[in-house]
């Protein structure tokens, strides 16, 4: 899942100044789950603003299943002209989606996108994944090298770690730890005999946004 935080409000507050018809919207996907961008949060900031911007100042809320997917955006595009700012308290993605669908409102964002993780405790996330795009979870355990060591070793430890814990702080795993015991609970250790190459980087962050489409999808989205 994607996990966001939400900005500070006195930023978006900041950020706000001058519109006076501003919808705050949530999302019901990841950001409800980590809290901070759902209806229950749309509508709380929406009191917020309300108390901070004035009386004078338009301010309602809604939330829907998902800002990332146009057609949950329709009902908001079909009434658009009742507002004049949008604060989107979706991730990067439904922000941009939104956007796009609202060619002539500005879109504001109320949350920084932090990762992708999964919860690991009642209010914690971690981040468990940075979508490189050359995944190698096979060779070492299901535990991501890249994202969970500190220096996103391919092929084993550093020598920097003590009593399992990584050299930068004593609160964080070392990740090579993590995945030999996996590997010996398994009975795997000789996977780690293979030499992993270098990554192909290409393949994450180089030539562009990347796309992927299903099989027998036409380049234009078209069957």
């Known amino acids: 899942m994607i996990v966001g935080q939400q900005k500070p409000v006195e930023d978006l507050i900041a950020k706000l100044q001058g519109y006076h ?16 961008g759902g209806a229950r949060e749309a509508e709380k ?3 917020l603003l309300r108390m901070a911007l004035g009386p004078d100042i338009e301010i309602e809320w809604d939330s829907v299943a998902r800002q990332c997917e146009y057609e949950f955006l329709d009902p908001v595009r079909a009434r658009q002209d009742s507002f004049d700012a949008v604060l989107s308290l979706a991730c990067g993605v439904g922000v941009q989606a939104l956007a796009e ?18 919860p690991v405790a009642d209010g914690v996330w971690e981040e468990r994944c940075q979508a490189c795009g050359d ?15 500190s220096k996103s070793l391919l092929n084993g430890p550093c020598g920097g ?3 399992g814990k990584c050299e930068i702080s004593d609160t964080v795993d070392c990740a090579w730890q993590l995945i030999y015991d996996r590997l010996e609970r398994q009975g795997r250790l000789e996977v780690l005999e ?3 190459l270098p990554k192909n980087w290409s393949r994450s962050r180089d030539g562009g946004p990347r796309r992927m489409m299903r099989e027998g999808v036409e380049p234009h989205g078209e069957e």
Do not use: E, W, Y
């Not at 018809?21 to 980590?34: A, F």
């Not at 995944?135 to 060591?149: S, W």
């Open 45 to 47: 900031m929406a009191h």
């Open 194 to 196: 293979k030499l992993v």
């Open 21 to 36: 018809r501003i919808l705050v919207l949530g999302c019901g996907g990841c950001v409800t789950v980590c809290q901070t």
């Open 101 to 118: 669908v609202l060619p002539v409102v500005p879109v504001i964002p109320g949350l920084n996108t932090v990762f992708a993780g999964m």
């Open 161 to 163: 770690s003590q009593n």
């Open 135 to 149: 995944c190698i979870l096979d060779l070492t355990g299901g535990i991501c090298p890249i994202t969970r060591c």
